[in-house]
């Protein structure tokens, strides 16, 4: 029997960490074949230029797609993705997968998806059912569930969100979040090598810090994460490890403010990509995570990690029993800062399962992608109940 080709598109950090140990598992099959494709912010030096992880990971990177404007117009985004429309409809004509995977809810998946019923190319979408009402990314998730030919939810419930739109249950496998399977055989950098690695103080508090932009209220501006962090270093004895904004109209303005507050405020460290090994290794030892991201509520729960989750980005979204929930008022945020660290809270989360999964996601798909009918999948039927 031929091997099965079947492609992965990935354009941003948080979205390959998620998928790297899916990656590793299709890369050493017996039964298919990988053809990675790459592109967007992994290709910008402004955030991290992190295609360079996914070769030292040693992944083969298959095609590259160069499609992010770097013009200063306000028509950036859709001129990016018109450009991605085109080169991925070239690749379609000339490769023509078996199937494509893609993760998530990023806005540059939509071209893809839409390629994908032009040239009835399966798709297989990982993350579907959730819920963030307070981003664009929650109509670009169930766009991407409508186009899906099959689906790899994180746990039943979100099941239950992907058969309410009508799609069959048997195309759905509730898998967990891949990502998490990485955490069971990671090499964790002892503490006080990763906190000389860092510039960071190993006897001093750490608060791990990522926000991203809002897509709908815009709220998360730089004049916002300013005030923030620089009360927190003012008032408190934590140090700050920043990461990069996403590419969202917004990021690029953030993550210029994370660099200069870096260069004002010694207790303020910004990297832009941090990487697998590093990230997962600092959230072991970190002593909050603060922010606006979803691997607050993904993943944070596996590292025993309070969370102040800031804003309406993930509104609507499950969230694991360590997650605080702040509005965008200071005195709240302050007060979530000193909450977190407590023993009543700590009460709440301490060794509690993930609902995002418990590590075996990457068995499971690979399990279904070995027993499905291929010539099955393009055929879909609406089921409403």
């Known amino acids: 029997m031929n091997k099965r080709k079947i492609a992965v598109f990935t354009s941003i950090r948080s979205e390959y960490g998620l998928l790297s140990p899916l990656l590793k598992r299709l890369k050493d099959s017996t039964k298919f074949d990988l053809e990675l494709l790459v592109g967007g912010a992994h290709l910008l030096e402004e955030f991290g230029m992190t295609i360079n992880q996914i070769k030292e990971d040693g ?50 998946l939509l071209p893809i998806a839409s390629a994908c019923t032009v040239y009835n190319i399966p798709l297989a979408h990982i993350s579907g059912g959730e819920i963030t009402q307070g981003a664009q990314d929650n109509q670009i998730r169930h766009a991407l569930t409508k186009l899906a030919h099959i689906h790899f939810p994180a746990n039943e419930e979100y099941k239950k969100n992907i058969m309410r739109m009508g799609e069959e249950d048997w195309r759905i496998c509730v898998s967990g979040e891949p990502g998490l399977d990485l955490l ?34 815009n709220k998360i501006t730089p004049e916002f994460v300013r005030m923030v ?62 922010g606006n991201s979803s691997s607050g509520l993904v993943e944070a729960q596996s590292f025993n990690l309070p969370v102040i989750n800031v804003g309406n980005r993930q509104e609507g979204r499950m969230t694991n029993p360590n997650v605080y929930q702040c509005s965008l008022e200071l005195d709240e945020i302050l007060q979530g800062v000193k909450y977190v660290i407590t023993d009543d809270f700590k009460h709440k989360y301490f060794h509690k399962s993930n609902i995002y999964g418990d590590g075996n996601a990457c068995d499971k798909i690979m399990d279904y992608l070995e027993k499905v009918d291929f010539s099955k999948l393009i055929f879909k039927k609406t089921v409403f109940n």
Do not use: W
């Not at 499609?67 to 859709?78: M, Q, W, Y």
């Not at 085109?86 to 540059?108: A, C, H, M, Q, S």
């Not at 009360?231 to 996403?246: D, E, F, G, R, S």
């Not at 990230?279 to 909050?288: E, G, I, N």
């Open 59 to 108: 992944f083969k990177i298959t095609h590259i797609f160069d499609f992010v404007c770097r013009e200063n117009v306000s028509d950036s985004l859709t001129k990016s993705l018109s450009k991605l429309q085109e080169t991925i409809g070239e690749y379609f004509v000339n490769n023509k997968p078996d199937l494509i995977i893609v993760l998530g809810d990023r806005f540059e």
């Open 184 to 217: 069971k055989d990671i090499n964790y950098i002892p503490k006080l090598e990763l906190y000389k690695m860092l510039g960071l103080n190993a006897e001093q508090r750490l608060i791990i810090c990522t926000f991203h932009p809002e897509t709908i209220s």
């Open 229 to 290: 962090l620089k009360k927190i270093v003012n008032t408190t004895n934590y140090q700050l490890l920043t990461t990069a904004a996403n590419i969202d109209h917004g990021g690029v303005e953030i993550n210029r403010l994370l660099e200069q507050m870096a260069q004002d405020f010694s207790n303020i460290k910004y990297i832009r990509s941090l990487g697998q090994q590093k990230y997962y290794s600092v959230l072991k030892y970190a002593d909050f995570m603060l």
